[in-house]
């Protein structure tokens, strides 16, 4: 496949691209696209979250503790 015709290709189904729901050929695969990035179907590869670079170790967000001035 061409990379002229590899950008005009749903990237779900390999179907023509249409134009209302570029770069996808319908609402169909529109939706299943945005399901997968609800979903966490969608993943970007990374080394395991620290919890402590991160604050979620012992003061969480949620635990009682005083604010701060």
Known sequence: MSRAASRNACPLCG????APHRP???QGCRDRDLLNWLGEG???AGPP???ELHGHGEERLDSER???L
Do not use: G, I, L
């Open 15 to 18: 179907k023509p691209a249409a």
């Open 24 to 26: 996808f050929c319908s």
């Open 42 to 44: 969608y993943r970007v």
């Open 49 to 51: 979250a620290d919890p």
């Open 66 to 68: 005083e604010a701060p």
